[in-house]
Every structure is written in C-alpha cells, then in structure tokens.
C-alpha cells in the first residue's frame, strides 16, 4: 500500500516543516518509489507512493485541483463509469489517474462522492474555500486510516507509526485496549487502537474536519442492501461468476508480477485460476502460494488442500511455491513484532511469503478472505433460521434430508439439531464455557493485577451484535465483529515493509452485496452447504475438489503446534524484563511458571493455549516497556 498522512491545525497555526519532515521520515521506512509533500498554512498532506497500477506511475501526490488538495490510498474499479458520469472527455482513460478521479468526484457530489466509488480506498482532501479537511474510507474497510485529534488539531496516517511520529502526539497506552486484547487474544474494536486518542475510521465511513466541527457520516449500510430476486436458480449462478470474474479482473491490474494464495480450498483455488487465465492471456505467470512446505509423495493423502493446490498448479501452469516455516523463522519474527502497530502473531507463514514475493518483485497478492463469509457461505445458522421464525416444517425437513444420510439416522438427526440449530443461538460466553477452547480471559486471568481484572471485566460484550441465525444475519456479523478488518489491517502492516498489496476478490463491495441480497437457501441446496459457489465455480476446478474438498489436515496442524510452541518457549526463556513498576501484570507469576516448567513442550491444545496465551502476555509487556507507559 501507500503511505498517506496530514496534519490540520485546528488553532490555526502554520504547520511546523520539521514535524512534517519528521513523519515522512518516518513513513519512508519501506523505501517508496516516491514520496511528496504539499503545505500550506494550518495544514499538511503527505504520500509515500507505492507503483502498482499502471495509472499509479502518472502519479504526483499530493495532488492540487482548483482549491482542493488530495492525498490516498487508493485503487479505483469503476473508472469507465466515472470517466462517464464526471465527464472526463479530455485525455484517454489511461491516462486519468485514481486521485484526478476522487478530485473530480469530489467536487461534483462533495461530501457524497464515496458512495459513488468502487474500489478498496483511504483518501484525505483539503478543501480550501471550506476550510475543512475531508477523509473517507471504503465500504469493507481494506484501506486503514487511522486519526488523532484534540482541540489543536487533527493528524491522520494509514500507519499509526504515522501519527505517532508527531511531536506533539502523547504516546500512551490505552489501558482499554490492552484488557480487550489479553481478553480476546487480538485487538479487533472497530474504534479502538493501542493508544489513547487514536482511532480507526470506520469502513464505508467519511470524517469531515473544521476548526470548530467535527462530523462522521455513514455513507453506506450493509444491513440497507435490496433484495435481488430472480427467476431460475441458474440466474444467481450465472451472476455470482460474472461477479467473482469482475473482482478477480479488477485486482490483477498491476504493472509488476502477481501472486496469489493458492491453498487447495476452493475460495483462493478458484481466484488463482481466474487470475492465471488471464494474466496467460498477457503473457504473464501467476505464483501460487501454499502455507504447507513441500511434501513427500507418500504424505499428500494426510495434506488434501495441499495436494488439491499442487494439482491445480500442475493443471493451470500456475508457478507453486510451497512455504516452509522453521523454528527460528518464528523466534526471529518474536523479536521484531510489534502487536500496537496492528500486526498479529496469528499466519506466521504470511510472513514468508512476503519475503519470497518482495524478491520476485510480486507486488500483489490476491486473497480468498471473505468467502467464509460471503459468497462461498457455509450457511451456518441457516437451519436454525427457519425454526426460530417458527417454519419448523422447513427446518425439520432440512434436518431430515441431511441428519437421515448417517449411519445412523436418530442419532444423526439429534446430533445435525444440536449443531445446526442450538449452537448457533448459543451467546458467545456461553458458547466459549461449552467449548473450553475459546476462553483466553479463563487463560490470562493467573497473570494479571486486579486492576487488569476490573478493566477486563467491565469492557462491553463482544457477543454478537445479532442472533447467529440466519445466513444473513452471520455476513452481517461479519462485517461488524472486526475480525475481517483485523486481518486485513495486520496484513497491511506486516506487508508494506515487502512493498505487498493484498487485494480480496470476495471482499469486493458487489460481491458482498449479492450475497446479502440473494435468498438464503441459494447458499445450500440440495443437502451441499456452499452449494451456490460450488456451482458458479464449475469449469475452473476439477469437479472432485469442487463437491469433495476437506480441510481435514492433522499433520500440518501438528507441525505448526509443535514449531510455534517450541519458538514461543524459546522466546519466553531468553526474555528479560527490566526492574519497573507494572500495573498489568504479575510478572513473577509469568516467569515462575516460565522457569518451573509449566509450559510443557509436549503437543495439546490446552497446553498450546497456555504457551500462546503467556506470549500474548508477553508482546503487552513489551508494549508497555516501549513507551515505559504500564
């Protein structure tokens, strides 16, 4: 991505060239292409620019039309119907940049001009007649922006390194988010950010700054997407791969290699194809990337997706490069990262990849995140649906089709009603008591002061904001919990040092919306859950990884537990921490519990959540020692 940041003095007062100086210093850290800097009076807009798009070369940001001054973040997907309704009629399309098209945006339909564009986003404008600074993020939240603002003014960056390299910027730990983390295992508030006073702004969100004014507007509401109705089933087929073709064709434009995930399931397998077919088509290879290293013959039948992965490479002449993650791969990656910057110690393999893309000069990587959610559904909760609106005939017959195909068919039955119906209308607490895996608070609780305790205790449910129930109700949830910004925020941090972009085909803003609009039993037919995209994608995978495909992977997942853990003990007794006073955490307790051998090297989940859960412990400390705020 591309760096952005600002400053607007809401006093009033001339931007001070050396804090200005000072953030694009600390913006450049990844070595941008290029890099500018507009100021003038109270406000300042910088870029660091990644090239990626071919527009993006023609690129000069921050960029001056009339009175009004932009800097972003920005790849755009409708620039033909924009070139048409802005009336864009004096040079070739090729040739309008993304920002000149945001400007004119702008000032056509002002404060309204997000809703009208298509795309993964995070922009700033200046406007000078207004005296305001407007700001806007897309409709999923792919693009992050971050912002700070008291009285004196308002500072905003797509990196929180950004904002924190202002002077004038207290660096001190929010107190909140290190109780929703310990509580939780990462930082997924759509608000909050490890810092007091800095925030994130909410996905199809724009922010309107004056000197004595400050106004957020939703510009767009998953929950307010019209139903789409058609005909014949074959209809929403048809247009769920007209769909998912336009995403793909929309994120492969890049001047420099691509490369994609490429695990053997069927949401990144079917991108990578569409995406390989084209880019074939230019002359061009896709890389596909498999988390598993590579395997022995003998081992594929205990790695489906990645045998399912190696085929469909084979079949599509897709470059596949197997990532194989060591212990000291692990131990390195613990000492550098830094959870308050929105990175994540969860995909460790993610940062192998990156170093591998960085040194085939791939600048993108496409993303299956989403399907889960959206169009490649599992339809969960979807029974459950029908019988808590009392259709208990639809229900039941449901029930029956699918719980009857077992061996044994009452106890298929009761076991399909379980699953289908009362787990999904399970609170999550409740839910996190049932399943004993879930329950980091129960974990941590050992480890930390009364005071965390309080704070922990007193934070607001993350429960879900609706029943889970009902297909429509779980893609809603989705888009509201903060996990899929989460990773797409942790990903964005974790890459930028590489110059990686990732791009989400299922994340795109119409594919989203189909899967909200469409009915809900499109999403399972015929006893096959996922059922809609298993058929939009017939043509593009063999048809047994189509309707047979598992993730039922025990060595990989061993394999991983025992490198992780073995890396997190290592990590945990070469640390030290220096004498302080520490309001959070017993530390004795910790590294008693260290020392004594507590953390067992020896594989189970439980004790796996214990090593994991006195590592999150951990990189708080750490948080805490680097800003000396616990």
């Not at 001339?14 to 600390?26: C, F, N, S």
């Not at 986003?121 to 792919?142: L, N, S, T, V």
């Not at 299956?368 to 009392?390: H, M, P, R, V």
Request: charged share 30%; net charge neutral.
């Amino acid at each position: 991505m591309s760096g952005i940041f600002g400053i607007f003095n809401r006093d009033g007062k001339p931007v001070d060239k050396k804090i200005v100086e000072t953030m694009l210093e600390a913006m450049c850290y990844w070595k941008p292409d290029d890099h500018g800097v507009w100021s003038e009076g109270p406000v300042a807009l910088g870029h660091t620019m990644l090239w990626n798009t071919p527009e993006s070369k023609l690129e000069h940001l921050p960029n001056r039309k009339n009175s009004h001054v932009i800097t972003m973040d920005a790849r755009l997907d409708n620039r033909e119907e924009l070139a048409e309704k802005l009336e864009i009629l004096d040079r070739p399309i090729d040739q309008i940049t993304d920002s000149d098209f945001i400007l004119s945006a702008y000032e056509k339909w002002g404060e309204a001009c997000p809703k009208h564009l298509l795309g993964d986003f995070a922009f700033a404008i200046w406007d000078e007649k207004k005296q305001q600074m407007f700001c806007a993020r897309d409709h999923i939240g792919i693009k992050p922006f971050y912002y700070y603002m008291d009285d004196e003014k308002f500072v905003f960056s797509n990196e929180i390194k950004g904002i924190l390299s202002h002077v004038g910027i207290a660096k001190v730990l929010n107190d909140d988010a290190v109780a929703y983390y310990l509580k939780h295992t990462l930082l997924s508030d759509l608000d909050m950010t490890f810092y007091e006073n800095i925030y994130k702004l909410h996905a199809a969100t724009s922010i309107t700054i004056r000197i004595d004014k400050k106004q957020q507007n939703i510009y767009w509401r998953a929950e307010e997407c019209p139903k789409i109705r058609y005909d014949s089933l074959d209809e929403y087929i048809k247009h769920a791969r007209e769909l998912l073709e336009e995403a793909v064709n929309a994120r492969i434009r890049s001047v420099y290699a691509i490369g994609s995930h490429l695990s053997g399931g069927i949401d990144s397998s079917s991108i990578a194809v569409l995406a390989s077919r084209k880019l074939h088509e230019r002359g061009d290879r896709l890389t596909g990337f498999n988390w598993t290293p590579v395997l022995d013959k003998d081992a594929d039948i205990d790695y489906f997706e990645w045998g399912n992965s190696k085929k469909i490479a084979s079949l599509e002449n897709i470059e596949h490069q197997a990532i194989d993650l060591s212990e000291e791969d692990i131990f390195a990656l613990y000492k550098t990262i830094d959870i308050t910057q929105g990175d994540s110690i969860a995909f460790w393999y993610e940062h192998q990849i990156q170093k591998y893309a960085n040194k085939q000069n791939i600048r993108v990587i496409l993303s299956g995140t989403g399907g889960d959610e959206f169009l490649s559904n599992s339809s969960y909760g979807y029974i459950a649906g029908f019988f808590w609106k009392g259709e208990f005939k639809r229900a039941f017959r449901a029930l029956r089709l699918e719980g009857f195909r077992s061996r044994y068919p009452i106890l298929g039955f009761i076991k399909r009603f379980y699953r289908e119906v009362i787990l999904p209308s399970v609170p999550d607490w409740l839910y996190c008591i049932h399943s004993g895996t879930y329950c980091s608070f129960n974990k941590v609780s050992n480890y930390i002061k009364p005071s965390m305790k309080t704070l922990i205790k007193g934070l607001s449910s993350n429960d879900k904001l609706l029943p889970s129930f009902g297909v429509r109700n779980t893609m809603l949830n989705a888009l509201n919990d903060g996990l899929i910004q989460t990773r797409v925020e942790s990903w964005n941090v974790s890459g930028v040092s590489d110059r990686i972009e990732y791009r989400y085909p299922l994340l795109d803003k119409r594919i989203v919306e189909f899967a909200l609009g469409i009915p809900e039993e499109i999403f399972r037919q015929e006893g096959k859950n996922r059922f809609l995209f298993r058929r939009a994608i017939e043509g593009l995978l063999p048809k047994e990884i189509i309707w047979s495909n598992t993730k039922y992977e025990p060595k990989r997942v061993e394999k991983y537990m025992v490198i992780s853990q073995k890396a997190q003990i290592k990590w945990m007794k070469s640390y030290t921490m220096a004498d302080q006073e520490n309001k959070y955490f017993k530390l004795d307790s910790i590294f008693r519990d260290i020392d004594m051998g507590s953390c067992k090297e020896s594989v189970s989940k439980s004790n796996y959540g214990m090593i994991t859960t006195i590592t999150n412990l951990i990189l708080a400390i750490e948080a805490c020692k680097r800003y000396k705020k616990c």
